[in-house]
């Protein structure tokens, strides 16, 4: 018989009943959506959960980085960011008329060097944009010294950060603001959804317009703002994994451990250890290869998970700079480390319920490939 396939990640999700009882209010209300019940109940969990003075909830994390660039009227300078992200990041940027210029990572958290970001400052750059990648944080402080030096925004994109903390501080509490997400495949999920996180109450006041069309109240805009508001059933489905996420962080923990255990004394292949001070979520699993002492390729590892039926993702490949819609404007010679990384990169299945014989399996395959 065919083994089930084992995909990169698996969507958390309560039980049917247990979803069910979250909603059913919804049905006597017919409050649906427009900051209801549920909206409101989840923004102040997520205040208290995640550590930070004000959460914003967004149907989606993209559109909640891109309100906080509309909510902040930056205009139409540079923002240094990393190429070593999802797409989303260097589009909301571009997409709101800001030109991302590209700083290089550093080659042990795989998130923006901040020793390479001041020689990219010009009297254009109104914005830092970090991210934090797989459960890796930013070196917030010193990232923090830059931009004060230099009087610029830093908007960090904590979408792999969800729950995490910094020195025992919420890892949303940092910067200007923060955009978490809550998509199906993030460590916690509202099926689609999103957050801007922020100390600043005049921030929060403007991101709760730009949400609804830039409305503060029926016969008032001051912002040309969109429609990006998160519906109740979607914070009722967070009402619910909310209650769960802890639980599942520690198993995510346990499954980091087991890949570690047997993959971390294999030449060639660089495992992630957390970071001094993290309480990390193991929102990811990463391996780099080193195809000349490891003896295969990413690509050759990928190939034969596939071959097993286990989905790994080459994430993030390729790098942002490569993708047809930057090429032109932009050379990923010019960021070599988070070039080398996109190139080498693997992110094995991760979540709270992947079976042991099942990382057993991947990682004998791993095994199997070396020199
Ligand atoms: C998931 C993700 C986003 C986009 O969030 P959505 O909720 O899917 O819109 C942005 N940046 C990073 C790094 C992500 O992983």
Redesign the pocket.
Known sequence: MEAQRIKVTRSSMPSIEEYTDEIRALFSSHMLTNAGVKHQQLEEELTSFLDVDYVSLFV??????EAIFEAMELGRGEVITTPF??I??AN?IARKGLTPVFADIDPFSYTLDPNLIEPLISDKTVAIVP?H?YGNICDVDAIQAVAERNGLKVIY?A??AFGETWKGRGIGSFGDAS?F???A??VFNTI???AVTTSNRDLYSALNCCRNFGLAGPEDAKYIGGNSKMNEFCAAMGLCNLRHVSREISKRKAVASRYTERLCDLPGVEVRHPQEGVISNYAYYPVLFNPDVFGSTRDEVFDALEKINVGSRKYFYPLITDFECYRDAYSSSETPVAKHVADNILTLPMYADLAVDDIDRICDTIHHLAR
């Open positions: 989606n994390g993209h559109s909640a980085l992200s999802f989303s990041t909301a991210v990648v994109d979408a792999h955009m997400s809550f998509h495949t993030k689609e959804g999103g």
